[in-house]
């Protein structure tokens, strides 16, 4: 929806306009504030979200002022208007975000192709390394589709468009549309243009986590700073390089695992599959017995 209309300043005549639609006033504070200027040769334009004033310093017939006041509003997301040359010929990053979580949710996968770059940096919080590169993004996300079966989908609000092509957005997953739990998520995106496309060049994902410890976070935290705070060089070590030693601790675990956690779990297994199967015929010929 878009309305215009004309504003008169100090007594001088508007250009003549017409409009089908009609004029709303605007109440202070009614949208949520965002300020952009663009500067030209012979125009000045102040954006604001929902609100785009833009004042011509000469009209080509009258020689004079006209200010135009625009409001729009987008259907399916906070999207702040940008100089009307920066996005001709090409798509949103609204639009783009918008087709990479309806393509996840289709199964299409080479429609989620055609908008990652080749050097797309995707980091999922819930993974420790990030995907880089189209050939790693591509394969986590068919993954991800698969895991999600036929009936779970993507629900995302508002998308958020910010200055060079970034924009945000909050989601969920539902089953047959109800909320599962605990998978709230918002996803941060850096959109660059390739031709008449926007594609995604970076993503950041941070997902809710399943485990409410509440209060025995601050707990936690108030332990490991005191400890950065007693050691200050154990930590700047520990800082400068946490994947490293994340990495040698999942070795660690990994050895640990196949040296006596596993062969500890299938001797387990196996003293207990033979009282189980004794267990079953004993229960097969009462049934019988009973029937």
């Known amino acids: ?39 030209n040769n012979n125009s000045r334009r102040i954006q604001k979200h929902g609100l785009s004033v833009k004042r011509k310093a000469e009209s080509t017939l009258f020689r004079e002022r006209v200010p135009v006041i625009v409001m729009s509003s987008h259907s399916n997301s906070n999207y702040w208007l940008s100089n009307s040359n920066s996005h001709s ?12 979580y309806t393509s996840i949710n289709s199964k299409g996968l080479d429609d989620l192709r055609e908008i990652i770059s080749e050097d797309c940096y995707f980091e999922e919080c819930s993974f420790l390394r990030p995907f880089e ?9 068919e993954e991800l589709t698969e895991s999600m079966g036929e009936n779970v989908k993507f629900s995302f609000g508002h998308i958020c468009v910010g200055d060079d092509y970034t924009a945000g957005v909050k989601w969920h997953l539902e089953w047959k549309k109800s909320q599962i739990p605990f998978t709230r998520g918002a996803s941060f995106f850096e959109c660059s243009n390739e031709g008449d496309r926007t594609i995604i060049k970076k993503a950041q994902v941070v997902i809710e986590s399943p485990i409410k410890p509440g209060s025995l976070v601050l707990t936690l935290l108030k332990a490991v700073t005191s400890l950065f705070d007693e ?23 990994d050895k640990l695992v196949d040296t006596y956690i596993n062969p ?16 079953l015929f004993a229960f097969k010929i009462l049934h019988q017995i009973f029937k």
């Open 1 to 39: 929806m878009a309305m215009a209309a004309a504003i008169n300043f100090s007594g001088q005549a508007p250009w003549p306009r017409t409009c089908s639609k009609a004029v709303t006033r605007l109440a202070h504070g009614t949208m949520p504030y965002k300020e952009i200027c663009y500067f």
């Open 89 to 100: 010929g090409s798509s949103s990053p609204s639009e783009t975000i918008s087709k990479f």
């Open 133 to 141: 590169g189209k050939k790693e993004v591509m394969q986590f996300l």
């Open 231 to 253: 050691f200050p060089k154990a930590t700047e070590w520990f800082l400068s390089s946490p994947h490293v030693i994340l990495h040698w601790i999942i070795k660690i675990y």
């Open 264 to 279: 500890l779990l299938n001797s387990y297994i196996k003293l207990w599959s033979l009282p189980a199967k004794i267990f």
